[in-house]
């Protein structure tokens, strides 16, 4: 344990300040537990990583809401129907083999990452585009089925919903990692709670990785709020294109 611990401390600080930005801390935090830990139970570790998770995008949220604007009478919805589509997600897995989605996950990844490179000028500038009341309803349907992803099976949610802010909303990519930071949040939260409640935390290491991933993020959230959106788009596009290869490589060669 005294070997693992460095490592996976330092995986849980990257992981924060690259999902603070774009999302996809996953990507890094979650295969560096599974490596260390192989013989443990995967929900285990699945439940240890949303603990560091939970930290994270918790001071994140803080961070961007102090100097990004976000209006509740969208934004609460949106969170309200993340928890729940969080919850449902997760009971789905009791009903559903979420594994059809392993090769379908790289095809979307690479149609966002298509359409975000063939629209230069995307997310760029910060130009809600819909109504008070329509902009609620859609907020709040973003946040339902990818607060249900999340919970079902989870890879790339945060990259998800800051495009979905952008090529839906309107928002820069500034503002839509804020808001997905908030929703993160709810959804974290209702995972976390599932795993702690049947006893998939490791509460020792996971408040380690809490404090790491907590520094990371707050390093990756002042980063972002200082350069604009231009530096969150470059970093969405690499975190991608990461997605992608490790998402592709999982579906089919792994």
Not at 63 to 82: D, F, I, K, N, S
Not at 105 to 121: I, K, Q, S
Not at 182 to 199: D, E, I, M, P, R
Request: charged share 10%; proline share 4%; aromatic share 10%.
């Amino acid at each position: 344990m005294s070997l693992e611990l460095p490592l996976i401390a330092g995986a849980s600080f990257f992981a924060g300040l690259v999902d603070s930005m774009v999302g996809g801390g996953g990507l890094i935090l979650t295969p560096t537990l599974f490596s260390a830990f192989p013989a443990a139970a995967p929900a285990t570790l699945l439940g240890t990583n949303k603990c560091a998770s939970v930290a994270g995008t918790s001071l994140a949220a803080v961070q961007y809401t102090r100097r990004v604007r976000l209006h509740g009478r969208w934004l609460v919805p949106a969170v309200l129907a993340a928890l729940v589509g969080s919850f449902a997600g997760a009971w789905s897995v009791t009903q559903l083999d979420p594994t059809f989605l392993r090769r379908l996950l790289p095809v979307l990844l690479l149609a966002v990452l298509g359409y975000t490179l063939a629209n230069r000028h995307l997310g760029l500038t910060h130009a809600p585009r819909h109504a008070p009341h329509a902009q609620a309803a859609l907020a709040t349907a973003i946040g339902a089925t990818l607060g249900w992803y999340d919970g079902f099976f989870g890879p790339g949610t945060g990259s998800f919903l800051i495009f979905a802010f952008v090529r839906v909303l309107g928002f820069d990519f500034l503002n839509a990692s804020a808001a997905a930071k908030v929703l993160n949040v709810a959804t974290n939260l209702a995972a976390l709670s599932l795993f702690a409640s049947s006893g998939h935390v490791w509460w020792s290491i996971g408040l380690t990785l809490a404090a790491a991933n907590a520094i990371g993020s707050l390093l990756g959230a002042r980063l972002a709020l200082r350069h604009g959106a231009q530096l969150v788009r470059r970093v969405f596009v690499l975190v991608v294109c990461a997605l992608i290869v490790k998402t592709g490589y999982d579906a089919f060669v792994k």
